[in-house]
């Protein structure tokens, strides 16, 4: 029997400022921009929006502020601040699938700025008290990472140059995108000598530190149908949340996207063999490596031997993170919303030199914390309802 929610909502309208550097312009002016581009694309106006979603690494009070700056109090019926780090918006985006389809609003808008390149040229660090690994020191969050980067090699014997071939891949998938922010060259050797910055990950193994703004507009299917665009549907939704100090992880070397990816799925109807092309949250290299194997594109401890088969780069069997990912794309401080808008974009056949040939369902995944919140998403075009 198909899940109730399977087709009801589409995305309707996409934004996204490609503003990766952008000096003078406050994270609310990246979110205000993508917000009107996501409207205008699926021609509608703010006077539609009902419902808000939003997230925000230094604001306690996001949805408060996004009210405000875009004056959407008086028509407001529904509004979600929920916070996992980059993760939010797919959290968000299962949400609003909820909202809608019970007839608590008619329109949602999913929106987040930042501009930390410009303000600072750092990632900026969430304010919450880490009291287990504080004394200790952590470089945060790379340490994190470079924790459980360091258990997957001892377990499974996965390998620097593993690791060194999703920057490659990355980087090679951004030579066919205008929008990614780095596009030359890159070779083994260069990523294989990187600056060390946390062992075993170099500053190659890590993602940009961009300025950036994304949203999403969100109806039920009949509704977009109608609207200016071709709608993508959303097939399934997952979420799932293991920890928040790297310390209390349960298994350093298997995330919960395990969880949240065969919730999506099983939502969805499908199979890991249906997914035509998949956008996984690259904050640093070992992320796609477990987030492979974790959503079953291969089993566990297979994920360097995966990759390095050129499975994930063009041309390989599993077209992934196809606009450049956060490691060569963009990466402004929460990038989950933007594995959305690349699945969309490939969904509407609308993704040029990279596009993927008769893509009809896409996997879009994001990471929150410190492999700490997974949420996963399907979705299809009209041809999978």
């Not at 808000?52 to 009070?61: D, I, K, N, R």
């Not at 500053?203 to 703004?213: M, N, P, S």
Request: aromatic letters at 6%.
């Amino acid at each position: 029997m198909s899940d109730p929610l399977r087709g009801k909502v589409a995305i309707a309208g996409i934004g996204n400022t490609r503003r990766w550097h952008a000096p003078g312009r406050s994270a609310y002016d990246q979110l205000e921009e993508a917000a009107f581009l996501a409207l205008e694309d699926c021609g509608l106006t703010l006077g539609d929006v009902d419902a808000l979603y939003c997230a925000h690494s230094t604001s306690g009070l996001p949805v408060l502020n996004v009210v405000e700056r875009l004056g959407l109090g008086p028509n407001l019926r529904h509004a979600d601040g929920t916070m996992v780090g980059g993760a939010s918006f797919l959290f968000h985006l299962r949400g609003a699938v909820s909202a809608l389809n019970a007839g608590q609003c008619d329109v949602a808008l999913i929106c987040y700025g930042s501009n930390q390149a410009s303000a600072g040229g750092r990632l900026v660090p969430m304010p919450d008290p880490q009291p287990y690994e504080a004394p200790y020191k952590p470089r945060y969050p790379i340490s994190s990472y470079a924790l459980a980067a360091a258990r997957h090699m001892h377990t499974f014997g996965t390998t620097r140059e593993h690791l060194a071939q999703v920057a490659l891949a990355a980087r090679a998938w951004a030579q066919l995108n205008p929008d990614a922010q780095q596009r030359g060259p890159l070779t083994l050797d260069e990523v294989l000598g990187a600056r060390m910055v946390s062992d075993p990950l170099s500053k190659a193994d890590c993602c940009l530190v961009t300025d950036g703004g994304a949203a999403l507009v969100l109806t039920r299917a009949d509704r977009a149908r109608d609207l200016a665009r071709l709608p993508v549907h959303v097939l399934g939704t997952g979420v799932a949340v293991s920890h928040r100090q790297i310390s209390q992880m349960p298994d350093l070397t298997t995330s919960a996207a395990a969880i949240s990816g065969a919730a999506a799925l099983r939502e969805a109807a499908l199979g890991i063999k249906d997914v035509d092309h998949a956008m996984l949250y690259d904050a640093f290299t070992i992320c796609t490596l477990m987030f492979l194997e974790d959503l079953g594109f291969c089993t566990k401890g297979e994920g360097g031997d995966f990759v390095a088969s050129g499975a994930i780069s063009p041309g390989g069997a599993v077209p992934v993170n196809t606009n450049g990912g956060g490691l060569s794309c963009n990466h402004p401080g929460m990038y989950g919303i933007f594995t959305l808008l690349e699945a969309v974009t490939q969904l509407r056949g609308d993704a040029g030199a990279r596009q993927v040939a008769g893509a009809e369902v896409a996997l879009a995944h994001a990471n929150g914390g410190v492999l700490s919140s997974q949420a996963t998403a399907i979705l299809g075009t009209a041809a999978t309802i």
